[in-house]
């Protein structure tokens, strides 16, 4: 089993930034991918970026040079770094682990951590 627990949310302005963090426990952390998925009440949840094990960062259109995530295999976190947030940044957002469990892929997630943008 793989728990995920995500901090760093809260209530900032407008253009400001804010730094998402995902520790995992449970896994080989290294040895799989991470990623970060929003939802907006009302709304299906989104991807917003993933990382590879090896490091390759993928990042959705609406957060593209804005939104940087990384990866500390070495304290099996994932990091979202998220700067010049907009109103419609405002979400629940999620980290995801899918891990390889031999014939199959599950996929963790943590429970969420709220982040909402004033202007």
């Known amino acids: 089993q793989v728990q995920l627990v995500e901090s760093g949310g809260g209530l900032v302005q407008a253009g400001n930034s804010l730094t998402l963090t995902c520790t995992a426990s449970?896994?080989?952390?290294?040895?799989?991918?991470m990623g970060w998925y929003r939802q907006i009440p009302g709304k299906e949840r989104e991807r917003v970026a993933t990382i590879s094990s090896g490091g390759a960062a993928n990042y959705a259109d609406a957060v593209k040079d804005r939104f940087t995530i990384s990866r500390d295999n070495a304290k099996s976190t994932v990091y979202l770094e998220m700067n010049n947030l907009k109103d419609e940044d405002t979400a629940v957002y999620y980290c995801?682990?899918?891990?390889?469990?031999?014939?199959?892929?599950?996929?963790?997630w943590g429970q969420g951590t709220q982040v909402t943008v004033s202007s």
């Open positions: 995801v682990a899918p891990v390889s469990l031999g014939s199959y892929t599950k996929v963790f």
């Open positions: 449970g896994s080989v952390f290294s040895s799989h991918d």
